[in-house]
């Protein structure tokens, strides 16, 4: 795996927490999931970690993610990068290309977060 294989931010140490509804949301677990919402905030990371997630055999190559907008691929490039900074992605070169990958796990801490119980 190439330098890019990591996240700059480990999501995996955040605490698992209660949805927000139910219980206030510590400080600290606050500071470290804020930046994946954050990231997701933007229509185009929010349709490329789709794209991802979604993607068969569970990864996605940036060569089938550029063609589905009218960006620029430094662009494309630069929300990626923004996905993987904060931490919901893994990539992966391999030769000329770079593969994308979800992070299951933080994308539960980020539903259980939202998730309403009404009962």
């Known amino acids: 795996m190439s ?6 931010v480990d999501l995996t140490a955040a605490p698992c927490c209660p949805p927000l509804a139910r219980q206030r ?5 606050a500071a470290v999931l804020a930046p994946a919402f954050k990231a997701l905030g933007d229509p185009v990371r929010l349709q490329l ?3 991802i997630a979604s993607a068969e055999g569970g990864e ?4 089938d993610l550029t063609p589905a907008f009218d960006l620029t691929g430094p662009t494309i490039s630069h929300h990626l990068r923004t996905l993987r900074e904060a931490g919901l992605v893994d990539a992966e070169r391999r030769g000329t290309w770079i593969y994308y990958r979800a992070r299951p ?3 539960r ?3 259980a977060l939202l998730s309403i119980d009404l009962s």
């Not at 330098?3 to 700059?8: F, I, N, R, S, Y």
């Not at 949301?25 to 677990?29: F, I, L, R, W, Y």
């Open 25 to 29: 949301v510590p400080g600290e677990t």
């Open 3 to 8: 330098k890019q294989a990591g996240p700059l």
């Open 60 to 63: 996605a190559c940036v060569c």
């Open 49 to 51: 970690m789709s794209m």
């Open 109 to 111: 801490q980020l539903s």
């Open 105 to 107: 796990q933080i994308l």
